[in-house]
T-cell receptor, first 112, second 113 residues
Framework: AQSVTQPDIHITVSEGASLELRCNYS??????LFWYVQSPGQGLQLLLK??????LVQGIKGFEAEFKRSQSSFNLRKPSVHWSDAAEYFC??????????FGSGTRLLVRP | EPEVTQTPSHQVTQMGQEVILRCVPI?????FYWYRQILGQKVEFLVS????????KSEIFDDQFSVERPDGSNFTLKIRSTKLEDSAMYFC???????????FGSGTRLTVV
């Protein structure tokens, strides 16, 4: 069965520092992969997605993610974090019937 | 930018009561979804809906749950007799086609006491 693992429940970084959020997936075929962000009181906003092609994908708000098939990973990165990036981040894989299977999320805290 | 609107944002209900969570999807979208997130847990798929019928439902979506598109604009999730374990954030989403182009609403936090 498909699954998504986000091994870090919380991550704290200083403003201006770089960020990497980890995501590992289990899926038999070529995966469709997503990162969503949820700010307090807000819905789930799509940051970026990978379907095929270039394994480094660019998203909104300066985020990028790299698909590594050999590691079954799709880690999210940002070179310089802003205080407004504090939120919960969800990795997801899309199954063949267009459902999304989410990881348990990583809460990002940003130190001033 | 078009939005998916959910009401209410918070609802508190007594165990055993019926609740209806409401969603207004984006107007030209044809596919509709409900997901939920129990506090501290994963976001989980509940049900998908297209052409006035359920396309797929998870094992969570038992006989206590139902969905409806009563008037061509609203999309509702009804829980017939709420249990404590139904307390969660419920997200509605819609997409234009059978694809992953979801737009999520901001959620309804349901608390069953």
């Amino acid at each position: 069965a498909q699954s998504v693992t986000q091994p870090d429940i919380h991550i704290t970084v200083s403003e201006g520092a770089s960020l990497e959020l980890r995501c590992n997936y289990s899926y038999g075929a070529t995966p469709y992969l997503f990162w969503y962000v949820q700010s307090p009181g807000q819905g789930l906003q799509l940051l970026l997605k990978y379907f095929s092609g270039d394994t480094l994908v660019q998203g909104i708000k300066g985020f990028e993610a790299e698909f590594k098939r050999s590691q079954s990973s799709f880690n999210l990165r940002k070179p310089s974090v802003h205080w407004s990036d504090a939120a919960e981040y969800f990795c997801a894989v899309g199954d063949s019937s267009y459902k999304l299977i989410f990881g348990s999320g990583t809460r990002l805290l940003v130190r001033p | 930018e078009p939005e998916v609107t959910q009401t209410p944002s918070h609802q508190v209900t007594q165990m055993g009561q019926e609740v209806i969570l409401r969603c207004v999807p984006i107007s030209n979208h044809l596919y509709f979804y409900w997901y939920r997130q129990i506090l501290g847990q994963k976001v989980e798929f509940l049900v998908s809906f297209y052409n006035n019928e359920i396309s797929e439902k998870s094992e969570i979506f038992d006989d206590q749950f139902s969905v409806e598109r009563p008037d061509g604009s609203n999309f509702t999730l009804k829980i017939r007799s709420t249990k404590l374990e139904d307390s969660a954030m419920y997200f509605c989403a819609s997409s234009e086609g059978a694809n992953y182009g979801y737009t999520f609403g901001s959620g309804t936090r349901l608390t069953v006491v």
